[in-house]
């Protein structure tokens, strides 16, 4: 698993690059209840096409997923998704084309807006590397752009939130 999560009701929400769990068809994503078996009510049809790298919960139970993907449950999703709290896919969530390659991490801000970080030159066609903030709906906040992004190899690992909303990334980049 690359990322384990806990929601409020000590669930578990898994994400990674495997195909099942316990012998149940999951891809690349899979809630637990408190005992580790498989909670059947959380169903993602037929989950990413290929690896979820991250996750992070929305204040109203939304689940942000990113990752090397190109597809959640058939629907195209390059790199990045919501789905709801019940494993479907949130239509109202959709980044379009998306970042360039794939995305690593992912944060949630209070405001709803979402912080991704991953080996990207650039989302929806705007030139940003390695770094970008999301819209609630999935389309790049224009209003937060670090010039051309990070520099040198440009590719950023993780991201987190500080309690002041200050953003901390790492990767491999030298400059910002």
């Not at 899979?30 to 991250?54: C, E, K, Q």
């Not at 896919?89 to 992912?106: A, I, R």
């Not at 991953?118 to 770094?131: E, H, Q, T």
């Amino acid at each position: 698993f690359n990322k384990l999560l806990v929601d409020a009701d000590g669930r578990i929400i898994i994400v990674g690059s495997f195909w099942n769990y316990n012998g149940a068809s999951r891809r690349a994503i899979a809630r637990l209840n408190a005992d580790g078996d498989l909670d059947t009510s959380f169903d993602p049809g037929t989950g990413a096409s290929f690896i979820i790298y991250s996750a992070a919960f929305q204040p109203d139970g939304k689940i942000v997923i990113v990752g090397y993907f190109s597809s959640y449950d058939g629907v195209p999703r390059e790199c990045v998704a919501r789905i709801n709290a019940d494993g479907s896919l949130d239509p109202t969530f959709d980044p379009g084309v998306g970042p360039s390659n794939y995305v690593e991490d992912c944060a949630v801000q209070a405001d709803g807006k979402i912080i991704i970080a991953g080996r990207f030159d650039s989302y929806a066609g705007v030139n940003i590397k390695g770094l970008a903030r999301l819209n609630a709906d999935g389309t790049l906040d224009t209003g937060f752009l670090i010039g051309p992004g990070l520099g040198g190899l440009g590719m950023a690992t993780t991201c987190t939130l500080q309690d002041d909303g200050k953003i901390l990334v790492s990767g491999v980049f030298n400059s910002v």
